[in-house]
């Protein structure tokens, strides 16, 4: 008996076995080469994330021996990321087998955050406005009043409802970290008792380092000025002379946010200093 000797190129099995029935061929001998069908590579370079305080992440590919793409020209398994951006990779483990996976990677920095990076208005009918300077855009910053209000946001809006002096606190928070920092809320402070004497009193510069000046556009008579730090212990006291401006020497004070309290003929008027060096 002849026997014919057929050679099947398939990527399918099933196509070989389907060919032979619709050939209806009994005494053919036949030699399948047949490609495994695709299992597709898993995978997965895992979720979007942050690059924080310019670190390093490590992305693998997985699938050890697979041929490999990355939109950075990479062909190895792994690769070190250290700038935030797209990253995707291809991988292939045969003909027509392949499986692409993206990640978005964000750069950001721990959050941090000082007495100078606070501003204070509270010039407009008693509406006080509470500014952070240059806040991060991917942080949140939480306002805790001692007077037990809270708020949310770099600028947010408030009317002390307590005339006694008390240390309120902010929190910057972001997912590489956080960091709190207090400020002095009083209603001299903010103007709401002796507002037209706040506004002709200046304090400058404003953080200051070693010294500052008190310069006095009122023709009341300034008497004296007091420090007083968060704890509430008066750390510097000093008479003034009633000049129109007057150099006030802070070299021996630390770092840190200070209440100021200057004693005029109609009272006393309080701002918050910051010392910064």
């Not at 606070?118 to 406005?129: E, F, G, L, R, Y």
Request: hydrophobic share 35%; aromatic share 6%.
């Amino acid at each position: 008996m002849r026997v014919r000797r057929c050679v099947f190129k398939t990527e399918s099995t099933a196509l070989v076995t389907n060919t032979l029935q619709a050939l209806r061929i009994d005494n053919f001998r036949v030699d399948g080469i047949v490609t495994a069908p695709c299992t597709p590579p898993i995978v997965d370079l895992g979720p979007d994330t942050v690059l924080c305080n310019a670190g390093t992440l490590t992305l693998d590919a997985g699938n050890t021996g697979a041929t490999f793409e990355w939109s950075i020209n990479d062909t190895t398994q792994i690769i070190d990321v250290t700038v935030g951006g797209t990253y995707w990779v291809t991988v292939t483990t045969g003909p027509n087998c392949s499986t692409t996976d993206t990640i978005e990677v964000l750069s950001s920095v721990t959050p941090t955050i000082t007495p100078s990076d606070i501003t204070i208005d509270c010039s407009a009918n008693n509406v006080c406005t509470f500014s952070v300077v240059n806040p991060l855009p991917d942080a949140e910053y939480f306002w805790d009043f001692c007077d037990g209000n809270s708020a949310t946001g770099s600028v947010v809006y408030y009317i002390p409802t307590t005339s006694d002096t008390c240390i309120g606190t902010v929190t910057v928070e972001n997912v590489c970290g956080s960091d709190a920092t207090n400020f002095i809320l009083t209603n001299g402070s903010v103007g709401i008792k002796n507002a037209h004497l706040a506004k002709e009193i200046n304090i400058f510069p404003n953080p200051a380092q070693n010294a500052f000046s008190i310069q006095n556009n009122t023709k009341q008579s300034l008497k004296s000025v007091t420090l007083t730090d968060m704890t509430g212990r008066v750390v510097f006291s000093q008479s003034l002379n009633n000049l129109p401006s007057e150099i006030i020497d802070v070299s021996s004070l630390q770092d840190g946010a200070y209440l100021l309290a200057i004693e005029s003929e109609q009272g006393v008027i309080i701002k918050q200093l910051s010392l910064v060096r």
